[in-house]
């Protein structure tokens, strides 16, 4: 009888461990689950279309732009500079008009320069590329409220759809 007893309460131990353990694999599952699920919610910028624009500035400089754009044109990263230094950021809005696409970055303040935006467009059939841009204060030059506009050239290097 003691046998018995003493297998029973064993049993009922082990079986209360491994019901345990399925439980806290269940619980841990579902928090994996549910984190994965969080991650998966937030969508990730797939930048499929890469472009590369060239321009001559007032300093008689040619000077190159590399804007990564999703497939959709609705983000736009822009990498490059206006004669200083290489900078790099984000469009604050774009704007689809007709053949065209245009985009609006706000740039970094530095000591170097005070741009605090700017305003690209390209025409999609001949990749036609303008900027224009508002120089203003910085170390060397006072402050002007002369709005520079350069042109050039855009040629895609990935996403053939981008051309129209």
């Not at 804007?67 to 044109?73: D, E, F, H, V």
Request: proline content about 2%; charged content about 15%.
């Amino acid at each position: 009888m003691f046998r018995l007893l003493f297998g029973a309460s064993i049993g009922t131990w082990l079986l209360g461990c491994v019901d345990a353990a399925e439980t806290k694999s269940a619980s841990s599952s579902a928090a994996r689950a549910s984190s994965e699920a969080n991650f998966q919610a937030t969508p990730l910028r797939v930048l499929s279309i890469q472009v590369i624009c060239s321009a001559s500035f007032p300093d008689q400089r040619r000077y190159s732009h590399m804007l990564r754009m999703t497939s959709a044109l609705d983000h736009i990263d822009f990498t490059g500079g206006f004669g200083q230094r290489v900078f790099a950021t984000q469009t604050s809005q774009v704007m689809h008009e007709g053949n065209g696409l245009v985009a609006s970055f706000y740039a970094e303040q530095s000591a170097q320069h005070n741009w605090t935006s700017f305003e690209l467009s390209i025409d999609r059939r001949t990749l036609g590329y303008a900027l224009s841009y508002t120089e203003g204060t910085s170390v060397i030059t006072p402050a002007s409220d002369a709005s520079i506009k350069v042109t050039g050239r855009c040629s895609v290097i990935e996403g053939s759809e981008f051309k129209l």
